[in-house]
């Protein structure tokens, strides 16, 4: 019976993992939805709403491209790290440059852009 309450114990990290990747996916797709919602319900322009959808998507497939040779440079656990506080200052800026009045469309594609794949 001791042996079967360690094994659990030895699964919590990766549980906790799988349980901050499921948080972080939610909140992915919310991004990609609400991205181009906002624009579309700020400015009513569906190019713009395009180009901001777009660069979400890039923002998501360009960092497969230099992420390999990041990670061999930086090393996997400080990438990672880079680029989540990267993601994470890209996608608190928007409201809080709306709020202070100043967002335009330029200020919302390098967010976008900036994701970093997450």
Known sequence: MAEQGLAIADRTPIFALLSAEAVLQVGNMMT???????????????A?????????????????VVGGPLVDRMGFKRASIFADLASEAAVA????????????LWQLLVPALARMGR
Request: no cysteine; hydrophobic share 55%; proline share 7%.
């Open 93 to 104: 800026s928007v409201p809080l440059l709306y709020l202070a009045g100043v967002l335009t």
């Open 32 to 46: 990609i939805v609400a991205g181009p919602w906002f624009v579309l319900q700020t400015t009513g322009s569906a």
């Open 48 to 64: 713009k709403t395009g180009l901001v959808s777009a660069a979400l998507v890039l923002g998501s497939v360009l960092p497969a």
